[in-house]
Antibody, heavy 122, light 110 residues
Framework: QLQLQESGPGLVKPSETLSLTCSVS??????????WGWIRQPPGKGLEWIGT???????YYNPSLKSRVTISVDTSKNHFSLRLFSVTAADTAVFYC??????????????WGQGTLVTVSS | QSALTQPASVSGSPGQSITISCSGT?????????VSWYQQHPGKAPKVMIY???YRPSGVSNRFSGSKSGNTASLAISGLQAEDEADYYC??????????FGGGTKLTVL
């Protein structure tokens, strides 16, 4: 059974870097059948796509975050990571990692982590 | 990229049917048949209800259905039940190879 679990600091200071990891069990992160993504949700607000890493290694990011975000994979640990640089209070959100189960439609996410709240505050 | 446009709220009585719209542009909703819908209960992760405009993942009730006309997609829920009360989000693939979500719709079952 596929499980995704986000982990990382719950509190980050302004101007610093937010770093999260998504541990995947029940599927290989190197499988050519899946892509992997990050989505966030500010408290009381809607979902915002952050970016998706394709199985090929290509990454695509939300244009509004592209200059500050990196998604990478560690195949030895079967996990993928998010780094968001120069954070501000506006980056406070619940961050979700998720799987894209389709190689032709990169739009939908079938399995999600439980989410982790990251607060940006001094 | 701009968020897709959804009504802020919709409501219906048990047993009734409702529809939630999701308006985009020719660069996202209208460009591909890659629209999905998510249900989110408070404090929970989203759950996909519809993908590729009309397809339901295994385990999702057939009371949920999706459609699209031009730049607008829709989610229909028939036979409303109390458990359907949740927030609903649409999303679409875009011509820039990105993903955009709608602002979300709060469904209230009266």
């Amino acid at each position: 059974q596929l499980q995704l679990q986000e982990s990382g600091p719950g509190l980050v200071k302004p101007s610093e870097t937010l770093s999260l990891t998504c541990s995947v069990s029940g599927a290989s992160i190197t499988s050519s059948y899946y892509h992997w993504g990050w989505i966030r949700q500010p408290p009381g607000k809607g979902l915002e796509w952050i970016g998706t890493m394709y199985y090929s290694g290509s990454t695509y990011y939300n244009p509004s975050l592209k200059s500050r975000v990196t998604i990478s994979v560690d195949t030895s640990k079967n996990h993928f990571s998010l780094r968001l640089f120069s954070v501000t209070a506006a980056d406070t959100a619940v961050f979700y990692c998720a799987r894209v189960p389709s190689t032709y439609d990169p739009n939908w996410f079938d399995s999600w982590g439980q989410g982790t709240l990251v607060t940006v505050s001094s | 990229q701009s968020a897709l446009t959804q009504p802020a709220s919709v409501s219906g009585s048990p047993g009734q049917s409702i529809t939630i719209s999701c308006s985009g542009t020719s660069s996202d909703v209208g460009a591909y048949n890659y629209v999905s819908w998510y249900q989110q209960h408070p404090g929970k992760a989203p759950k996909v209800m519809i993908y590729d405009v009309t397809y339901r993942p295994s385990g999702v009730s057939n009371r949920f259905s999706g459609s699209k006309s031009g730049n607008t997609a829709s989610l229909a829920i028939s036979g409303l039940q109390a458990e359907d009360e949740a927030d609903y989000y649409c999303s679409s693939y875009t011509s820039s190879r990105t993903v955009v979500f709608g602002g979300g719709t709060k469904l209230t079952v009266l």
